[in-house]
Structures are given as C-alpha cells and as structure tokens.
C-alpha cells in the first residue's frame, strides 16, 4: 500500500515537474533541511538510508530544490543543527524526526516562527499546530495488528512473552494497541521486559524467558533487531517447533525470512524508515503541486505475508 | 568512626570475623545467588546458570584486562567501542575471505588472528598516546571511544554487519558447544581470569603494576619503566577486548553501533566490585570474576520476576552495586593501619 502510494507520488512529481518548470524558472529556488537522529541503532540506520536516497532522488528530479541532511546523536545535538539549519543554510522547509518529542518542541517552534514550512516525522510534537505536514506511521496500529495476528493464530487462547522496547511513548503506545486486541480472548501474556529494541538484548531476555517458562506459544518481539536475538535464544534452547514469533519494522533479514516461508518467523508487520522519504516527497510536492499538501499524512502497518514480502524487501539497504 | 578503632585489631578481626576485604564479593555473590533462589527456582536450573555464566565471559573477560589498567592507575573507557569496531571489521574480512578460501576453518582463523591484531595495536595506541603523549587516560580513552564506535557505525553504514550464513555454521560452535559440560565461552573465561591471575600476582610486571598504581613517582625513582609497563597494561586490555569479541561474535552473528555500549563502564563496575581500588594500587583478579558474574546476575535476576516494574531495573542494578562495594570498603575502614 505505502509502495503503491509512493509510486503515485512520485509520477506526480514527475508530471508536475514538467508542468511547473517554465513557471518558476530561476527566480524560485528551494533550500530544503532534513533533520533526523545519527544511525545509532538499526531502524535509525534505516532512516538516514532512505533520506540519502530521497535527496538524491528529488535533487535530480528538481534542479530548484536542493536538500540538506543533518544527523544529531542526542536531542541536545539536533536542536543545535536546527539553529544552524536556519541561520546558515535559510532553508525554506523544514524535515524534521525528532529525537525525542519534549525537548525539540520548543526549538522546532522557532524555526516555525522564522516562517519555514515544518514537517515532522514519526514522532508529534508535545503541542498541537506548530507544524504544517505530519507524516508518521502509527505505533498503536502496529501493535493491534501484531496482537490480532497472534490472536487469530494461536485461536484466541496461548502462553505468550512480550520483549518490549525502549521505556518510551512509542513502545507505550505499540503495547497498549497489542493488549487491545488480545482483550477478551484467552491470550494469556506470561511477561513482558524490556530489550530496548536491541539484539543482544533481545537474545538475553528470551533465553531467560525460555529457562522460566516451559511451555511458550508465541512472542512479540516488537522489534526486528530484538526478533533476531530472540530466534538465536529459541535455536540455542531447540525450541522452535513450539512456538512463533512476531517482530516489526521491516528489516531485510526478516522479510527474507518471511518470503521463504520460514515457520519461527512467519510474518512481520510494517513501521518503515522509508517514512523519511514520504515525507520529504510531500515537503517537496508542497512547493511543486497545485493541490494543497498540508496536515496529517498516516502511513498503515500492514501484516507482512510471505505472499507480499517482496513489495517491502529493499536489499540495498542496511536495514 | 574514629573511637571504633583502638579496639578492632588484626588480631581480633580474624578472630571474630570474616575477612571482608577478600571475601566481600564473594558474600554479597551468594546472598544475591539466594535472592535469585528466593525469587525463582527456575535460577538454579542448570540451562540458566550456564546461560548466565557464558553471558558473563564477555564483560569478565574485558574486566580481567581492565583490573591490570585500573591497578597502574590507568582506566580505558574505549572497551565497548573496541569490541564493536573488532567484531565490525573481524566479520567484513571474513565475509571478504569467503570467495578464496570458502567458508571454512581457515577464513575462521584468519578473522580470529586479525581480531588479536586489531586488539593489540588499539590498546597499545590508547597506551602510547597516554604515556608518550602525556595526556589523560580519561581523556585519550574517551577519545578513541569515540573514534571506534564512529567507525563501525560508517562500516556498516548505520546498520548492522552481518557474518556470512556458512561462516557463521562453522564459527558458531565456539558460542554454543560445550566442553565437558562447560560452555566454551566460561572456559575462555576461567583461562584468562587464572593467566591474569599469575600476571598480577606471581610475576614482576604484576608488582610493578601495583607499585605505579600506589606511586608513580616512586615506581619511576626505582627504575621500573613507568611508561613501557603502563603502555603493556593497555595492551593486555586490548587482548582480551579481542578475546572477549572472538567469542562474542559467533553469539549473533553480527556487529552494529549498538554493540557493545556501556561495556566499559559494566568491566570497570566489575573491577571495583571486585575489590581493585579505582585509584590504582591494588588489585585482585578473582575480585573482578565475581563482580562480573554478579552485574550479570542482576540482570538475570530482573529478568526471572516481574514483582519489580521493569522501569525500576536501573534502581535495583544501582542500589546492589553500591550496597555490594560498600559491604567491602566498610569493612576495608575499620581495621586501620
């Protein structure tokens, strides 16, 4: 779906590229700056692959628009590079992921109020109306879908463990979405502990897990970094013909997993870092189209099968 | 405090009670092994305990390494970088291996041998630059912590390093598999902490590592190269950072940014809590194993339960820490000189 969508966007640039051209002519040009966390863990890495081949893709399509691409480690470090952003580089709109929504509320504020166009990504800001586009995908949806998936398929009753993510509203908001759909049926969740997102925390948590509970139908991973420590856990204990597990994101080494049909790992359910692009594909269409391109744009989380995995498979990148 | 002293003698403290000095870590190690009991009986299975043991190779290995920087008044904070960026390029050269000489014991050996070189020259960087340069470890440390943990993030650009399927099924046994119902991985363990044992202890170096740590300035007055045996001790530590890698990579597979981070500051936890004293001077290997398998165990421990909101694990991790080194140091007080 989120393919077919950036597809049609894209004959959209193209075909108003060629339209808007003649008008603009060399008076109009674009300066445009993305803003995103440094590739510090695997879906971040994601993130800065697909902002890399957005601006490339974009540039050339427009030779008016260039785009410059920030990363920062720490909040501290974005805000900084949105200061520069607007001071030296006078950009015109503003790409922004924010590391963290609390602290880079205030700091993407005054880059609105030097009249920038604002696009955030992922994650809202804590108050309403400073931007003008917001593109995210939708983390309780994420979860709801990883919850039915196992509900349905455990027939509404199991023994399942939960490896949550980093204490954050994102991963609060993925695991009320999943209790929302196990709600009323006979799922019962033996535990859930944080892995922070991480392999090699993915993979101690469920070797624990597997030495405390006998018995395991299903485990939601959340994450497709955590997923893959968890399948080294269940090899390692030979306990994979009881039990499947349920990742997210859509990182290549699981899809590949899934377009094989692999029984551990039998779906995964989509948050794509490619989100970067959608929303600098619409920060651009903003100054390009004719139709308005402003308010919430929400990416699905769609059930990756082994049936349509090819559609979300992108080897080239490191996520 | 102070009054307390006259009456606590030598004499009377072996009378009456346990030395605490050497055997703190090991009481607070027990009486967290029966908390563990307590809390699930599950703890004690044997796929746990093994379990637990082998995750704590990787940290106790690098900390075997650290008790020899710490002791000569050193301190490396680039462990976790190093093993990232060692496992980062360990598994590029042998995916990179895998056309000439397929994926077999050879290309296996080759990436074990680079990851030992690798080792060797980054802690002799970190102990070079210290010593010949004059400038804080801290400060150098941090630095190159910095560097390497940059470099395997610009490796894998931004993702994650993954070994070869095939080489992988060769290597992974070293992880897995067992010797005589040990985890390879504990024995690696055992063999470094008894080697650094017999360094610190029974050999000159050991000695010279102690006298630099109490007195620099003295170590230097009786002859002792000051410099060559610090710059040594960042080499040791670079050996087992390698060591600990070669082990950690047929675990995942793999090696990214994440790899690694808070490492140094889990091997120096484990140092202190093992008896060695931050500020050099003295130290004990044996200490060091202990606190390693113990910072492993909380974590254990947290995961066994779920009595404790999981937001409250860095709480509990915390409080051990201090309550197990305080146990040690009170004791450590009250003999006086």
Not at chain 2, 173 to 199: C, K, N, Q, R
Request: hydrophobic fraction near 45%; aromatic fraction near 8%; proline fraction near 4%.
């Amino acid at each position: 779906m989120t393919m077919s969508g950036m597809k049609k966007t894209l004959a959209v640039c193209v075909s108003t590229a060629a339209l808007g051209m003649p008008m603009m002519a060399s008076a109009d040009e674009y300066t445009i700056g993305v803003s995103i966390p440094a590739a510090t863990h695997g879906w971040t890495g994601g993130v800065n692959f697909h902002a890399e081949e957005a601006k490339e893709r974009l540039e050339e399509l427009y030779p008016d628009v260039s785009i410059t691409i920030a990363t920062a480690s720490d909040p501290g470090e974005q805000a900084n590079d949105l200061e520069d952003l607007v001071s030296l580089r006078d950009i015109d709109a503003l790409v922004v992921l924010p590391f963290e929504s609390g602290p880079l509320t205030d700091p993407v504020r005054r880059v609105k109020e030097e009249g920038v166009f604002v696009t955030v990504v992922d994650r809202g800001l804590t108050e309403d109306g400073i931007e003008d586009l917001y593109v995210a995908g939708n983390n309780y949806e994420m979860g709801r879908v990883s919850g039915e998936y196992i509900r349905d398929e455990l027939g509404g009753e199991g023994d399942i463990v939960v490896l949550r993510g980093i204490p954050t509203v994102i991963d609060d908001e993925r695991v009320e979405g999943f209790e929302s759909a196990i709600e009323g049926s006979d799922i019962n969740i033996l535990d859930m502990q944080h892995a922070n997102w991480n392999r090699d925390d993915g993979f101690e948590v469920m070797q624990d897990f597997l030495s405390r509970f006998d018995d395991i139908d299903a485990v939601w991973a959340q994450d497709d970094d955590t997923a893959l420590g968890v399948i080294e856990a269940v090899k390692q204990a030979e306990r994979e013909d009881e039990l499947f597990i349920v990742g997210g994101a859509g990182m290549k080494d699981i899809i590949e997993r899934v377009m094989e049909g692999d029984d551990l790992v039998p779906v995964d359910v989509l948050y794509p870092p490619a989100m970067i692009a959608t929303a600098m594909d619409l920060t651009v269409q903003h100054y390009m189209s004719n139709g308005p391109v402003v308010g919430e744009y929400i990416l699905g989380s769609p059930l990756i099968t082994e049936d349509n995995a090819e559609q979300y498979y992108y080897p080239d990148s490191p996520f | 405090m102070s009054n307390v002293l006259p009456e606590s003698s030598p004499v009377k403290q072996r009378l009456t009670g346990v030395d605490f000095k050497t055997w703190g870590p090991f009481i607070a190690l027990l009486a967290l092994a029966i908390l563990g009991v307590l809390i699930n009986p599950a703890f004690l299975g044997l796929d746990n305990l093994s379990n637990m043991l082998t995750r704590s190779a990787f940290i106790g290995i690098i900390a075997v390494g650290a008790t020899f920087v710490i002791t000569a008044g050193g301190l490396d904070l680039s462990v976790g970088s190093m093993a990232a960026f060692i496992a980062g390029v360990m598994i590029l050269i042998m995916n990179s291996l895998v056309d000439q000489f397929g994926p077999g014991l050879v290309t296996v050996l080759i990436g074990v041998g680079a990851s030992l070189i690798l080792g060797i020259g980054a802690g002799f960087i970190n102990g070079l630059v210290t010593t010949k340069g004059k400038i804080e470890a801290f400060i150098v440390t941090l630095g190159t912590m910095g560097i390497y943990r940059s470099l395997v993030t610009y490796l894998a650009d931004g993702g994650t390093l993954t070994l070869d399927w095939n080489v992988r099924d060769v290597y992974r046994p070293v992880y897995y598999d067992s010797l005589l119902g040990i985890p390879i991985p504990v024995w690696a363990f055992l063999i470094v902490a008894v080697t650094g044992y017999i360094l610190l202890n029974y050999t000159r170096f050991g000695r010279y590592c102690f006298a630099i740590g109490s007195n620099e300035k003295v170590a230097e007055y009786s002859a002792i190269h000051v410099d060559r045996v610090k710059t040594l001790t960042y080499v040791l530590q670079g050996i087992c950072v390698a060591l600990a890698t070669m082990v950690y990579v047929p675990r995942l597979g793999s090696a990214s940014a994440a790899t690694g981070v808070l490492w140094e500051l889990e091997a120096i936890a484990a140092v202190i809590i093992g008896g060695t004293v931050l500020k050099g001077g003295h130290g004990r290997i044996w200490g060091t194993v202990v606190g390693a398998i113990m910072l492993t165990m909380i974590g254990n421990i947290l995961n066994l339960t779920d009595a404790i909101s999981n937001y409250l694990n860095g709480t509990v991790q915390g409080i051990i820490i201090i309550v197990a080194v305080y146990l040690q140091r009170a004791a450590w007080r009250t003999p006086g000189p």
